[in-house]
């Protein structure tokens, strides 16, 4: 078992995190299994209903309880922050803030309802931001990560950030899929890796049950339709294009003239 500053402060034995991917691609069933198994499982909330999210967590406490994270991508799902947060999640996982938005209001919020904050940055300046407003982790995600954000590359970010905000514990975010991968996340200054749905998990983490894995699971419960061609939703409007900066957003949440079509992702090959 390796212990970090981010194990420690979560409370969980492995240094690994599930990615919060949003409308619940990062379901309660996931996240449960991923902190059952002693990572940090996130479940992605953005762009759900309230009582949808209400019904996620509670059905990751039904497989744990161990400490669980919620997701919010910040440009467009500030009315869910109190939704969240009145579920006393351990961690209130954030990311994509528009320049408008006030950091520490939000996060002193989460501080208030008992969660640590864990935001996810694409540069050093966002990633400072982030620790002037009381951000508890700081996850530095490099272009390689599935979150649309960022021009640079994972271990360049990575270590800028680790550097400059120590000793807040960083995550590093962007191309991780193996205990190889940790072992250079660690040596660059980070304290836990954040993968992703269609990566595979550390081996550590693998269940053994039959031998699948968190993502295999839920790729076996995720219908068809959903699992071929995952867009990141569009319904409630466009979607920023990648920038090198959270404060690129303009205050609508897209970014200049540029929105994606959801940003289609392929999950079968988890």
């Not at 161990?66 to 006393?88: I, Q, S, T």
């Not at 968190?214 to 071929?228: D, E, G, K, L, Y």
């Amino acid at each position: 078992m390796i212990r970090t500053p981010f194990t420690d402060l979560v409370g969980i034995e492995h240094p690994v995190v599930s990615a919060g991917m949003g409308a619940g691609i990062a379901d309660g069933e996931l996240a449960g299994q991923v902190s059952e198994a002693g990572g940090l499982g996130v479940i992605g909330a953005s762009w759900l209903p309230a009582e949808e999210v209400r019904s996620l967590i509670r059905r990751a406490r039904d497989l744990t309880d161990k400490p669980l994270g919620v997701n919010l991508l910040l440009f467009g799902n500030e009315e869910l922050v109190d939704a969240v947060l009145r579920e006393r999640p351990a961690v209130f996982s954030t990311a994509w803030a528009r320049e408008d938005q006030d950091l520490g209001t939000i996060f002193a919020r989460a501080h208030d309802a008992g969660a640590m904050v864990m935001h996810m940055v694409p540069t050093l300046d966002d990633a400072k931001r982030a620790a002037s407003a009381g951000a508890d982790v700081i996850v530095a995600q490099g272009t390689e990560g599935g979150g649309h954000v960022g021009l640079m590359g994972t271990a360049v970010i990575v270590r800028q950030v680790a550097k400059a905000v120590a000793p807040i514990p960083v995550v590093a975010a962007g191309g991780f899929a193996d205990g190889a991968g940790l072992a250079a996340a660690l040596a660059l200054g980070a304290s836990a890796i954040l993968w992703e749905h269609g990566s595979s998990p550390p081996t550590r983490l693998r269940s053994t049950n039959s031998g699948e894995t968190p993502c295999s699971r839920v790729t076996a419960t995720t219908p068809s339709s959903r699992r071929s061609r995952i867009r990141t939703p569009a319904a409630t409007g466009p979607v920023p294009a990648p920038a090198s900066s959270e404060h690129a957003l303009s205050k609508n949440g897209s970014a200049a003239s540029q929105s994606y079509d959801g940003c289609v992702r392929t999950c079968e090959s988890a």
